[in-house]
T-cell receptor, first 115, second 113 residues
Framework: EAGVTQFPSHSVIEKGQTVTLRCDPI?????LYWYRRVMGKEIKFLLH????????ESGMPNNRFLAERTGGTYSTLKVQPAELEDSGVYFC?????????????FGQGTRLTVV | DQQVKQNSPSLSVQEGRISILNCDYT??????FLWYKKYPAEGPTFLIS?????DKNEDGRFTVFLNKSAKHLSLHIVPSQPGDSAVYFC????????????FGTGTRLQVTL
């Protein structure tokens, strides 16, 4: 069974450009989460989808970040325009239900570097 | 305001010895705690968890202890093996915010031969 897959694994962009990160969850997992780790700091929650609906987006830093999950399958996280402080590793996770963290899996992450 | 804290950024332990990783939290509403292990260029993987109704949970070489009055939990690895070398994250959640985990900053464990 395929795990959570994220594309690209690494992206280097200039300040002011746009970047789109993609996450393919485990098939059948209705819950999809985005997290971010800025270097050396904690892994921070960004948002949570249940199918195609945003259940909780309280962790989104500002309106330069836009997450979508069309059709309740894969999700994209767009940063436009990117700023230097957006650099970090973006993780996606999926789970069959919101409370079953022992059954949640994380992707390998996308390392975003804004220069 | 960091609600989950791992005050030791790194820890070095000899193979065969016990590794003890610590985690403190400030939010008394947290009722479920997890430890994740992360290798370079990989995502965090679930290791062990504990509910606030327990004070200990064991899974093979890994044991998590929870001290609610001190708002402290620890992960014990016995015996430590070189393959345990990784970054360990403590995480917490509570029923009201089941949609998200609050993580600590991680502790890098190195198990030496």
């Amino acid at each position: 069974e395929a795990g959570v897959t994220q594309f690209p694994s690494h992206s280097v962009i200039e300040k002011g450009q746009t970047v789109t990160l993609r996450c393919d969850p485990i098939s059948g997992h209705d819950n999809l989460y985005w997290y971010r780790r800025v270097m050396g700091k904690e892994i921070k929650f960004l948002l949570h989808f249940v199918k195609e609906s945003k259940q909780d987006e309280s962790g989104m830093p500002n309106n330069r970040f836009l997450a979508e999950r069309t059709g309740g399958t894969y999700s994209t996280l767009k940063v436009q325009p990117a700023e230097l402080e957006d650099s970090g590793v973006y993780f996606c996770a999926s789970s069959p239900s919101p409370w079953r963290w022992t059954e949640a899996f994380f992707g390998q992450g996308t390392r975003l570097t804004v220069v | 305001d960091q609600q989950v804290k791992q005050n030791s950024p790194s820890l070095s332990v000899q193979e065969g010895r016990i590794s003890i990783l610590n985690c403190d939290y400030t939010n008394s509403m947290f009722d479920y705690f997890l430890w994740y292990k992360k290798y370079p260029a990989e995502g965090p993987t679930f290791l062990i968890s504990i509910s606030s109704i327990k004070d200990k949970n064991e899974d093979g070489r890994f044991t998590v202890f929870l001290n609610k009055s001190a708002k402290h939990l620890s992960l014990h690895i016995v015996p430590s093996q070189p393959g345990d070398s990784a970054v360990y994250f403590c995480a917490a959640s509570y029923t009201g915010t089941a949609s998200k985990l609050t993580f600590g900053t991680g502790t890098r464990l190195q198990v030496t031969l």
